[in-house]
């Protein structure tokens, strides 16, 4: 199901990044050394999460009301931010924002699930998901946009 399947760039560095730092199976994507491979902290506070910059420094406020699954995908959604973007939004065009939001989630999903650390295939996409939500422990609906910009990236002619 994968043998056609060509990453990004960002992929690429993602997974290159972690494999420098010993990352070889799924369970080592411990939250506390992702952010500190990207130079960042993390807060944990009960407010929505978000990714700021304070004197110089990249933070991660991530919302200890949110489940667990969700809390982690929050955390590569604002990783996103700062392995992306610099500086605030306050201030940018709507457009310029809904870029950079949109650009924080595909950088989620390679960072949270590295194309590296897949596991092997199964029957069908929708049992793939569960595998990846299971695997990576994170929300079904992120495996799920997941599998399907795999199957984005996959040639159809090589399938």
């Not at 369970?27 to 500190?36: F, G, K």
């Not at 500086?87 to 924002?97: K, N, R, V, W």
Request: net charge negative; proline share 6%; with cysteine.
């Amino acid at each position: 199901m994968l043998l056609s399947y060509s990453p990004s760039e960002t992929e690429e560095l993602v997974c290159d990044l972690y494999q420098l730092h010993g990352i070889k199976h799924a369970a080592q994507l411990d939250l506390d050394l992702i952010a500190s491979i990207w130079d960042a902290e993390i807060w944990q506070y009960p407010f929505p999460s978000q990714s700021i910059w304070e004197s110089g420094e990249n933070i991660i406020c991530l919302n200890t009301l949110s489940d667990p699954r969700q809390r982690r995908a929050e955390f590569f959604h604002e990783l996103g931010h700062i392995a992306r973007h610099v500086g605030s939004q306050a201030g940018l065009h709507q457009l310029f924002i809904e870029l950079q939001e949109w650009q924080a989630d595909r950088f989620q999903l390679v960072a949270a699930m590295p194309y590296y650390l897949l596991p092997d295939p199964v029957r069908t996409w929708e049992q793939y998901v569960a595998v990846l939500a299971e695997t990576f422990r994170v929300p079904y609906t992120v495996a799920q946009r997941r599998v399907h910009s795999i199957q984005a990236r996959i040639d159809p002619y090589h399938f």
